[in-house]
């Protein structure tokens, strides 16, 4: 039992400094869409593994890692702010109407920004393959407008590591410049 102790211990470090490496190689500011926005600190920066995600954040939480995403599809290009909302809120087993969800808009720098919130069970995994339920999830996101097409930004994860990075995710979001 010792060993397994040791062995847990020791990938806890491991896990712990690759993260460190990580997160010091995260640049300290990178561009979607033509707008720029400053890195988070303490946010681990993770390679894209997808062309539709231009960049990518890993939220250490207590109860599980989430994930910030960065999405621009272009000028006239991933649908309408409100079609978006609908599909964020869709990304959950439950009905709207049973979800804990909000928006709320806000102008920054004469930029809008549609804020999405949605609390519930989370269907997990690429737009047209297997979904996982993950409960007590929570989604953070953000539409800002952008005269070369919209950036969309999402957080997903467990609903207390969201909760505590909502104010870094609307800082990071608001530091939105051209």
């Known amino acids: 039992m010792n060993q397994l102790k040791f062995f847990a211990f020791s990938l806890l470090i491991v896990g712990s400094f690759t993260n460190q490496l ?6 300290k500011s990178f561009a979607v869409g033509g707008v720029n926005f400053a890195s988070p600190t303490g946010w681990t920066w993770v390679e894209t593994a997808s ?3 231009k960049a990518q954040f890993s939220v250490d939480g207590a109860d599980g890692a989430a994930e910030v995403v960065f999405f621009h599809f272009g000028k ?6 409100q079609a978006n909302v609908d599909r964020w809120f869709g990304q959950f087993a439950e009905p709207k109407d049973q979800l804990n969800t909000k928006t709320e808009k806000k102008t920054v720098d004469g930029r809008e920004i549609t804020y999405v919130f949605a ?5 997990s995994g690429p737009p047209f393959g297997q979904k996982t339920p993950l409960k007590n999830q929570a989604l953070v996101g953000a539409i800002i407008d ?19 990075a909502e104010a870094a995710f609307k800082k990071l979001v608001e530091s939105a410049k051209r």
């Open 146 to 164: 952008n005269a070369d097409g919209d950036v969309f930004v999402k957080m997903t994860g467990p609903k207390t590591t969201t909760d505590k």
């Open 119 to 123: 609390e519930g069970t989370y269907m």
């Open 22 to 27: 990580l997160a010091a190689d995260a640049p």
């Open 76 to 81: 006239g290009q991933g649908g309408s702010v």
């Open 51 to 53: 062309p539709m995600r």
